[in-house]
């Protein structure tokens, strides 16, 4: 009688592997959140213990909530990622539908604008940004944290790919039928891609949820913080050493993302491989 | 509801490349079109250009005599069922069937779905489209299907929901691309027999493109053949395979091939075709049925060496090829005819007249004997 699969040696190795590398990535989160229910006297004993010894309970999460206002990086880093996502899918979907599937003169070079826009980081156009915004007295507002992103060459890049391997027949039948172009696209095209819209969503709202750079720049008011500059701010200010307080924020600003990621997972990987962009 | 197609020297070319060069073809109001062709013949393209999803370079296209080219394709009134089927995906088979029609009488607000039940004064429009699909529905027999989607179906049942989506907005044209060549052999044979029967009830005018010639043979009332972008011959089975005008016809249609035989190489097989073979180099064709591998009158003997034999059954395929390495094929009914070694020495009859004969450049020439059969089709 053969050993069922699970016990031969090798897959043996490879869940230890396995384990210890989940081990070392789950570790810092363990740390944040075991430390935002104990006394911060015992970050600083020199053995490490894996519980709490005076346990705290919600006290640092109340004074999170209370004190720094936790709440509002939540509700500001919602809008902000929020609304650059949905400005983003409106216009990356019809940008990469008309790349994929219409046959104009100059498709090829635009194509090849969007590949080149991908090369550029932020930080390179980060200045004029700033001043043009400035100019316009933008500057500490919503929109001003939200303007450069709208326009996203990478949800361009991977729906046009997703778009591509759309079969043209339903397409066509779509126009026999009597659909206009919009309908095609948003009621035939989109539905049938939403695993991508998936995996580009979870890309967007992760990217400019954590994002601390653009924010640090044009975001000055307490109001208006996202949840790293709000954590970034408050940790070298006022709570200073009330490391607590200070992860037990952290621990409620990642966790949206967290349990976001858990409910899209399983579009998120579908979505990713089947565009191949990885 | 049926209505004549008019299709005037439509060219199509994809930059140098020219796919149809002057295609005229008058479609006759119910009738049974197909085009076929071997792959790459254009014939799809031009589908494509009678549906207004693609625009022809040159030439016009009417229905019962009004131009359509300028209309879109939903304004042509014409439904199309595709290769792949090409449903929607994300609908219920009744979403499918419906959207034709939800697209046509519908105002947009309506439209949307789950709410769009509640705008007002169309509940009647809302009941005719129901009651439509409904009827669609049975009559390709898929009413069980109706709330399951597509991925759940088979593809004969696919085919059927594409065909009641086609249906059901009762248009004067049907076009085909190629509707089953998706499905296996059994299910093909089927869904012929039962998309001519469609033809007959609905009436209406069908345009069946097909690259198999069997299916175009049994179901259409014409046959456009086309080749290299051009529409070589167009008539009735009947006469495509009796009295093909072209060597490219002659051996598209019918299986297995004709065999084609240079006159020279005939007379040096036997002398007495001589006289009853112009002058001229010419190429000789016969088809299987029309070699005999027992003496009988008219016909003239040829040596040959038996190559494969093919059991269909009630009869026998026998290829057999001439001293020179021509292959000639047979038909034969089975037991008749004591065959057994490959390679075996043998005798082959072909008839001295009502052959079929084609110039050097595959061009059909009305011998003198033949003329009584020739039918400008």
Redesign the interface.
Known sequence: MNRPHRFRPGQILSHVILLFLAFLFMFPFYVMIVTSVRSPAELFVPEFRWLPESFTGLRYYIQAVADIPALTFLKNGVLISGGILIVQLLTAIPCAYALAKFEFRGRDLLFALVLFSLTVPIQAPALPLFLGLNAIGAIDTYFAAMVPFFLSVFAIFLFRQTFRTY?D??I????????SEWAILWT?VV??CLPSVAAFSIFSVTAHWNDLYWPMVVIRSNDLMTPPLGLAFFADSESGANYGALMAMATILTAPLMIGFLLAQRHFIRGITMTGVK | MTAAVQLRNISKSFGETQTLRDVSLAIRPGEFMSLVGPSGCGKSTLL?IL?G?APQSGGTISIDGTGIDHL???ARD???V???Y?????MTVRQNIA??LR??RLPAPARLPGIGRLWPGQRSKHNGIDQAVIDAARLVEIEPMLDRRPAALSGGQRQRVALA?AIVRHPRVFLMDEPLSNLDARLRVTMRAEIAALHRRLGATFVYVTHDQVEAMTMSDRVAVMMDGEIVQCASPAQLYGNPRDLRVARFIGSPEIATISSDELIAENGGFAPVLPRDPVTVAFRPEAVLLSPAADHLEIPATLERIEQLGPELLVFLRLGSGTRLSARAAAGRIPLSAEGQSLSAWLPARGFMLFDANGRRLDAPHIREFADAG
């Open positions: 079969p027949e339903i066509q039948a779509a126009r026999l039928d009597g659909m035939v539905p049938g | 494509r549906a999803l879109p394709p939903s014409i439904a199309m595709f290769q792949s090409a449903l929607y995906p994300h959207t034709p697209m046509r989506r």
